[in-house]
């Protein structure tokens, strides 16, 4: 139910015409039935807040540049500087988005229409953070993976394929080569599309691998799936590509800083207090929010491509 949502608000006892009276009603309860369906808030990390805008470093190795030296009895210990990562900028994105009630939905008591807006500007501004999440993975210079195959096909080996990813994931080295420029990555989540799931789960090699477990409870996301496959938590948006499988380090990978957290107005009379909804004849609620999702560890991300 994470991933879309249909008019299923317990209201019909409720007429629009009290909805109304109480300008928070709406508002609220969007809001609470949205609790719990943002994918960006399992896989980034909090980012604390910004001011509209974001300069952050993508990592670099986590040891000094130089190796520890042998010194000699009274010589001068070197000294070896922070590995810096390259510099980057991010301005935050306002999302924004309104519903109306129509004098018209209130005498005729459309409750229908109503909780129809509702759901669709939750489906609405879920779809537009899985859309900004894809995009900051897209944007960064995350690791890529063609599968062996489309896993629906004969011949494919969908095991081999999130296997290759994960140790992509583990074996992620900075510049320098070898041991030392580990990043120490170990991935935690394969996100998918539910039919790319299905296409998954009834692979034979698949079935032996993956066991139910308690992951349906987290609350930072509904979509979190009741199974665990390759020592991933699984979790599924229908608004991405069907085409694309992701495994990554949850927390890791990616930052969320807000300027302006998720909120929506009471409902007020569009163009002006009349009693009746203004010129229009209409109420509104505005949902908002301004934010910045970017990728900063792109090596804890590998995209699976052709699955």
């Known amino acids: 139910m994470a991933n879309i949502f249909t008019a299923s608000y317990d209201a019909n006892t409720i007429p629009v015409s009290e909805m109304v009276k109480d300008p928070t009603f709406i508002p609220e309860q969007t809001l609470e039935y949205l609790d719990g369906s943002f994918l960006e808030n399992l896989l980034f990390r909090d980012g604390g807040s910004n001011a509209g805008a ?50 018209e939905m209130i005498r005729r008591n459309s409750v229908d229409m109503v909780t129809k807006q509702q759901t669709a500007l939750q489906n609405t501004m879920v779809s537009t953070g899985v859309k900004a999440t894809l995009n900051a993975f897209n944007s960064a210079p995350i690791q890529t993976l063609a599968a062996s195959a489309a896993w629906g096909a004969q011949g494919s080996d969908p095991v081999k394929d999130v296997l290759d990813a994960v140790e992509l994931v583990q074996g992620a080295t900075a510049d320098r080569s070898g041991v030392e420029g580990l990043f120490n990555y170990n991935p935690s989540h394969l996100v998918l599309h539910p039919k790319k799931l299905t296409a998954l789960l009834r692979n034979e090699q698949v079935q032996r691998f993956y066991v139910g477990d308690n992951a349906a409870d987290n609350p930072v996301y509904r979509g979190v799936q009741n199974v665990s496959l390759f020592g991933l938590t699984v979790a599924t948006s229908r608004w991405m590509n069907p085409e694309d499988v992701y495994v990554l380090e949850s927390g890791v990978a990616g930052f969320i800083s807000t300027e302006m957290p998720l909120q929506m107005t009471p409902l007020y009379e569009e163009g002006g207090a009349s009693g009746s909804g203004g010129p229009q004849q209409t109420w509104r609620t505005d949902a908002f929010r301004s934010r910045v999702i970017a990728v900063d560890n792109p090596k804890a991300v590998v995209k699976i491509t052709g699955a």
């Open 54 to 103: 974001v300069a952050y470093r993508e990592a670099a190795a986590p040891f000094l540049m130089h190796d520890a030296e042998n010194v000699a009895e009274g010589a001068e210990i070197p000294v070896a500087g922070l590995q810096i990562g390259e510099a980057k900028t991010a301005i935050a994105q306002k999302n924004a988005l309104a519903i109306r009630v129509s004098l």
